[in-house]
């Protein structure tokens, strides 16, 4: 069954170019290598042996609630969720129905999709959370979470920043912070949701007003966080978190002006937000961070972060190439890479078997940005496997 990325991806090449960021002209979308940039039969094989060992090993990591790993943050059991909604005909459905009724008891009555956590920056995390459990939960496509998915659009679409700064058309973790404050992961978390939950603002209410974004406010806002040719060949179209807090810190072009480093898992980000805000793959932007993505092409470590992030680098990674339609990733060297059977081999090759039930999960022993808990990497990893499998 092919994903909604997948279904959604065709609408890139109707939209057209905007602006310049940096000159593009090198970027390779596809190669003459003779590399198809598919999986073979067993490779795929091993892909579908490693998705089954880590639904199974999931399954038998759920609480009692239906929740995963930290119950305060549903977004945890969603994103585990939604590897099991992708798994179709589901071979966990108890396990998803679980998760499913866990959510829906997250859910607030300004819709919301959170808990309260009392003293913790930030708070419930209420813009992530609610952003990633609604993507989920459409993707579950239960009739009866469609009303629960319409309120949280709502409320996305209501906690985007609309003041006259940098910050303006981005997503925070949480408006109710009242302060100036967006970043390109929640900006790529509220656009993904707001893009594949979409069609259900056809079934809302007579009367009732639909709920979406600003997303030309939100393009400008992704825009904002790309580095153009001024920062300098090796940051040139890669994307930072944001201007106070860029993770990859700084560094210096050759003109003396101190530039925010571009770094793996936000160019995805960034190029999947610019996807789901419906840029043409061939607009200087998708193109640009392209180009960013193949002088950097490793997947051995997060470009930028090291071994930070790097599961989250996987995830987004696939689902960004898969999305601009990317078969073959041409190095700097002249080498060809068909990225989809290096991802598969990667990921097969990082799962972890337990031995006692021979199933698998998959763990980052650098704890930064929660990647030492195995459910959030498993789903990562998992999400990024069945991208493969479309």
């Known amino acids: ?16 170019p905007i602006s310049t960021i940096a000159d593009t002209q090198s970027v390779a979308m596809t190669s003459s290598a003779p590399l198809t940039g598919t999986l073979d039969t067993s490779l795929r094989h091993e892909v579908d042996a490693a998705v089954e060992r880590g639904l199974k090993w999931l399954a038998a990591n759920q609480k009692p609630d239906g929740s995963w790993s930290n119950a305060d943050y549903p977004a ?68 009866d979470v469609t009303r629960v998915v319409q309120q949280a659009r709502a409320f996305v679409a209501g906690a985007q920043y609309m003041g006259d700064d940098e910050y303006r058309g981005g997503f925070g973790y949480d408006s109710n912070t009242k302060r100036a404050y967006t970043d390109l992961l929640n900006t790529y978390y509220a656009a993904q949701g707001m893009r594949l939950t979409a069609d259900v603002e056809e079934s809302r209410p007579a009367g009732e007003p639909h709920a979406d974004i600003n997303w030309n406010e939100t393009v400008t806002y992704i825009e904002r966080m790309q580095n153009t040719a001024a920062a300098g060949p090796e940051d040139a179209g890669g994307f930072f978190y944001n201007p106070t807090d860029p993770k990859a810190g700084t560094t210096t072009n050759a003109e003396g002006v101190v530039v925010l480093r571009s770094y793996g ?33 490793t997947l051995d470590e997060n470009p930028g972060l090291g071994q930070e992030g790097r599961f989250f680098f996987y995830h987004v ?35 972890r078997i337990d031995p006692a039930t021979g199933a ?22 998992l999400l990024a496997l069945e991208a493969l499998q479309d």
């Open 265 to 297: 898992s936000i160019t995805y980000a960034g190029l999947l937000a610019l996807v789901f805000a419906d840029v043409s793959r061939e607009d200087v932007r998708v193109r640009s961070a392209l180009k960013w993505a193949q002088h950097h092409w």
């Open 1 to 16: 069954m092919p994903s909604p990325l997948r279904a959604f991806s065709w609408l890139l090449a109707l939209a057209l």
């Open 360 to 381: 698998g999960y998959w763990m980052n022993d650098i704890g930064r940005y929660w990647e030492n808990d195995p459910v959030l990497v498993t789903s990562y990893a």
């Open 76 to 143: 945890l059991t969603a994103l585990a969720l939604w590897t099991m909604v992708n798994d179709t005909p589901s071979s966990q459905p108890e396990a998803a129905d679980a998760a499913v009724r866990y959510i829906l008891s997250c859910v607030q009555t300004n819709g919301s999709i959170c808990r309260d956590v009392p003293g913790k920056k930030g708070g419930g995390l209420a813009n992530y959370n609610t952003a990633i459990c609604m993507t989920a939960l459409h993707a579950t496509r239960r009739p």
């Open 317 to 351: 990674l696939t689902r960004a190439l898969d999305a601009t339609r990317v078969d073959v990733i041409n190095r700097d060297d002249g080498s060809a890479v068909n990225w989809r059977e290096a991802v598969a081999r990667k990921l097969i090759d990082l799962q």
